[in-house]
């Protein structure tokens, strides 16, 4: 059995910014985009917002990200989903990933809820005849009842979230991307919604978690990485990066 594992080696991502002439626009830009580097190139400009990020997470890490809004955190678990591709560098991953942001992403606002739960798994990529393995227990959780009959188009949007959260935390994924907690309706299910999610934190082999609470990430994550400007500030042990990020920010 092949090792779960992800490994980034000096990746970085830029895009070009076209019609840029004006001084409010590149201001603006500017205020926008600080977490990448802006440079010129021929008649545009370019945003770097990953600059030569490199780690690598075996079976067990549980990976936080730190840094300024912009920093380059939620690029970079963009990236690690696949959504983004790398302009320079290379990224290798032997495992499923599932991520626990866009959770809503492909769901078919015609098709019912049931219909849904197959849509959305095969999206993760589990198998049909897996998921109607584990409709009974989504249905259970979501306690929508008649209502996962009907076309989601009919949904509130807590609904909505209640079946996508149930969805993607039906199978424990071998990596675990996760942008901050999810909110999914009232206190009660919340509440329930955050016993299942740390069950399915803890049965991921490898966890990837940008939060801005550093307590969150103490308590899930046993290495951090700091990023500025999409580069790496540092990379270590929990307790100690978030120590530096803590000091660096309280001068």
Same mark, same amino acid.
């Given at each position: +059995?092949?090792?779960i594992?992800?490994?980034?080696?000096?990746?970085?991502l830029?895009y070009? *910014?076209?019609?840029?002439?004006?001084?409010?626009?590149? %201001?603006?830009? /500017?205020?926008?985009?600080?977490?990448?580097? &802006?440079? %010129?190139? !021929?008649?545009? +400009?370019?945003? #770097?917002?990953?600059?030569?990020?490199?780690?690598? &997470?075996?079976?067990?890490?549980?990976?936080?990200?730190?840094?300024?809004?912009g920093?380059?955190?939620?690029? =970079?678990?963009?990236?690690? !989903?696949q *959504?983004?591709?790398p302009?320079?560098?290379? /990224?290798?991953?032997?495992?499923?990933?599932?991520? =626990?942001?866009? *959770?809503?992403?492909?769901?078919?606002?015609? $098709?019912?809820?049931?219909?849904?739960?197959? /849509?959305?798994?095969?999206?993760l990529? =589990?198998? !049909? @005849? @897996? +998921?109607?393995?584990?409709?009974?227990?989504?249905?259970?959780?979501?306690? +929508?009842?008649d209502?996962?009959?009907?076309?989601?188009?009919?949904? $509130?949007?807590?609904?909505?979230?209640r079946?996508?959260?149930?969805?993607?935390t039906?199978a !424990?994924?071998?990596?675990? &991307?996760? #942008?901050?907690?999810?909110?999914?309706?009232?206190?009660?299910?919340m509440?329930?919604a955050?016993?299942?999610?740390?069950?399915?934190?803890?049965?991921? #082999? *490898?966890l990837?978690m940008?939060?801005?609470?550093?307590?969150?990430? @103490?308590?899930?994550?046993?290495?951090? &990485?700091?990023?500025?400007?999409?580069?790496?500030?540092?990379?270590g042990?929990?307790?100690?990066?978030? #120590?530096?990020?803590?000091?660096?920010?309280?001068?």
């Open positions: +059995m092949t090792a594992s992800m490994e980034l080696n000096k990746v970085c830029s070009p *910014i076209y019609g840029s002439n004006g001084r409010s626009f590149k %201001r603006n830009l /500017i205020n926008i985009t600080t977490g990448g580097r &802006l440079h %010129r190139q !021929a008649n545009h +400009m370019v945003v #770097d917002a990953l600059n030569e990020v490199s780690f690598t &997470l075996r079976s067990g890490d549980r990976l936080g990200l730190v840094g300024h809004n920093a380059g955190k939620t690029t =970079l678990m963009r990236v690690l !989903a *959504i983004y591709e302009t320079r560098g290379s /990224i290798e991953v032997c495992g499923r990933i599932s991520s =626990l942001f866009d *959770i809503e992403l492909g769901m078919d606002l015609e $098709s019912t809820g049931y219909e849904n739960i197959i /849509i959305r798994g095969l999206l990529g =589990l198998t !049909a @005849k @897996k +998921m109607k393995q584990l409709t009974p227990e989504i249905e259970a959780f979501t306690e +929508m009842g209502f996962l009959s009907m076309p989601i188009k009919t949904y $509130s949007a807590g609904m909505m979230v079946l996508a959260f149930a969805i993607v039906a !424990a994924p071998n990596i675990l &991307l996760m #942008d901050e907690i999810i909110g999914a309706g009232d206190n009660r299910f509440e329930k955050q016993q299942r999610l740390e069950q399915f934190i803890h049965q991921s #082999d *490898i990837v940008a939060s801005h609470s550093n307590e969150a990430l @103490k308590k899930f994550c046993n290495k951090v &990485l700091w990023l500025e400007h999409g580069k790496v500030k540092a990379f042990p929990a307790a100690e990066i978030i #120590d530096l990020y803590e000091q660096a920010n309280h001068t």
